[in-house]
T-cell receptor, first 113, second 112 residues
């Protein structure tokens, strides 16, 4: 059984650019959630995808968008990057939307300059 | 809106010195309270889920307890390898899906 993987590990972008982050769910999991974790803070919920549909969203602007693919892997896209978008981006997979056990990947460290 | 407050922000212990971390929460209909461990630069590692007041769970030197307003993570005879940030999160009825609301964590340092 493979765990949650994310790519890339680190990324440096310039303000105004666009970025795509990727996540592969743990084997058998059909639900993916994305979180943003600023330095010294707890993770903040961005959104969740279940069977390729968005299933809940936190207080993030529309320039944060996502996709989930038939194999349950997922992407997080951020347009018009701002300096405050610098953070660790985490994805977490679970078996179903009602599952209380979410398993996190190692994260992608995004730096916006 | 669901809220989680953790205390203390940082804790330094000597090896073998037991202590407790606190997580206070407000949530609209608790569907689960979670404890995670996070090492620097890594993703959170799942530890426990608690569902109702009075529930307790244990894993090695860690024991989590739950009341209607707070949860405690008790660390018995800690070792240096227990050094990490411990995150508490809740899942409530609002927010859709299985959104977790996290606290800011307690940074634990265990010294020899």
């Amino acid at each position: 059984e493979t765990g949650v993987t994310q790519s890339p590990t680190h990324l440096i972008k310039t303000r105004g650019q666009q970025v795509t982050l990727r996540c592969s769910s743990q084997s058998g999991h059909n639900t993916v959630s994305w979180y943003q974790q600023a330095l010294g803070q707890g993770p903040q919920f961005i959104f969740q995808y279940y069977r390729e549909e968005e299933n809940g969203r936190g207080n993030f602007p529309p320039r944060f968008s996502g996709l989930q693919f038939p194999n349950y892997s997922s992407e997080l896209n951020v347009n018009a990057l701002e300096l405050d978008d610098s953070a660790l981006y985490l994805c977490a997979s679970s078996l179903e939307t009602s599952s209380n056990e979410q398993y996190f990947g190692p994260g992608t460290r995004l730096t916006v300059t | 809106e669901d809220q989680v407050t953790q205390s203390p922000e940082a804790l330094r212990l000597q090896e073998g010195e037991s202590s407790s971390l606190n997580c206070s929460y407000t949530v609209s209909g608790l569907r689960g309270l979670f404890w995670y461990r996070q090492d620097p630069g890594k993703g959170p590692e799942f530890l426990f889920t608690l569902y109702s007041a009075g529930e307790e769970k244990e894993k090695e030197r860690l024991k989590a307890t739950l009341t209607k307003k707070e949860s405690f993570l008790h660390i018995t005879a800690p070792k240096p390898e227990d050094s990490a940030t411990y995150l508490c999160a809740v899942r409530g009825l609002t927010g859709g899906g299985n959104k977790l609301t996290f606290g800011t964590g307690t940074q634990l340092k265990v010294e020899l």
